[in-house]
């Protein structure tokens, strides 16, 4: 079975400062996906990034980069110049193989970041 | 950009109470998913659809929930009979097709309050 670990309940970081939010994850596929979401207080899920596990390089998207490190089964979050709006609960999730179909994400328990002024 | 819709927002039912869940998924997309989240918990997996058919379901998805396409728009999920247990926020989700980048793409949710 596939697992996702978060282990920070919570993260406070001041504006403009850079931030990791880690994921651990567990699996015995080859292939997968890794997948971040963002929860504002208001409840919707937003798609942040995606990481495939053979995938050679980090992705990044705008401020959002994917430290992704497969030995590790690592895939932490990380937020450049933290903006006020970017406080929120943040997923990371795992679709497991096959790659193939209308396969579900399994999420992590979330980390609930605070951006202070 | 497209999005899924969900309605309702908030659907407060009596314990027992059937209760519907509607959802309006981006349009040329395949696969669909129900989720939901226990306040404070993790978002959990219900249930994904896929022409026309359940793909999977989770231990959750008991013989009390229902799930059903019933033009080429909605997607709804069903509780026959509902516990307090069942009062969580419920998310409808999305996808394109097959490929691993293609992300979910999520409803804004609809939170059940059983009474």
């Known amino acids: 079975a596939q697992k996702i670990t978060q282990t920070q309940p919570g993260m406070f970081v001041q504006e403009k400062e850079a931030v990791t939010l880690d994921c651990t994850y567990d699996?015995?596929?080859?292939?997968?996906?890794l997948f971040w979401y963002k929860q504002p207080s208001s409840g919707e899920m937003i798609f942040l990034i995606y990481q495939g596990s053979y995938d050679e390089q980090n992705a990044t998207e705008g401020r959002y980069s994917l430290n992704f490190q497969k030995a590790r089964k690592s895939a932490n979050l990380v937020i450049s110049a933290s903006q006020l709006g970017d406080s929120a609960m943040y997923f990371c999730?795992?679709?497991?193989?096959?790659?193939?179909?209308?396969?579900?994400?399994?999420f992590g328990q979330g980390t609930r970041l605070t951006i202070n002024p | 950009e497209p999005e899924v819709t969900q309605t309702p927002s908030h659907q407060v039912t009596q314990m027992g109470q059937e209760v519907i869940l509607r959802c309006v998924p981006i349009s040329n997309h395949l696969y669909f998913y129900w989720y939901r989240q226990i306040l404070g918990q993790k978002v959990e997996f219900l249930v994904s659809f896929y022409n026309n058919e359940i793909s999977e379901k989770s231990e959750i998805f008991d013989d009390q929930f229902s799930v059903e396409r019933p033009d080429g728009s909605n997607f709804t999920l069903k509780i026959r009979s509902t516990k307090l247990e069942d009062s969580a926020m419920y998310f409808c989700a999305s996808r394109a097709r097959t490929g691993g980048s293609q992300p979910q793409h999520f409803g804004d949710g609809t939170r059940l309050s059983i009474l």
């Open positions: 699996t015995s596929d080859q292939s997968y996906g």
């Open positions: 999730a795992m679709r497991p193989v096959p790659i193939q179909g209308a396969q579900k994400l399994v």
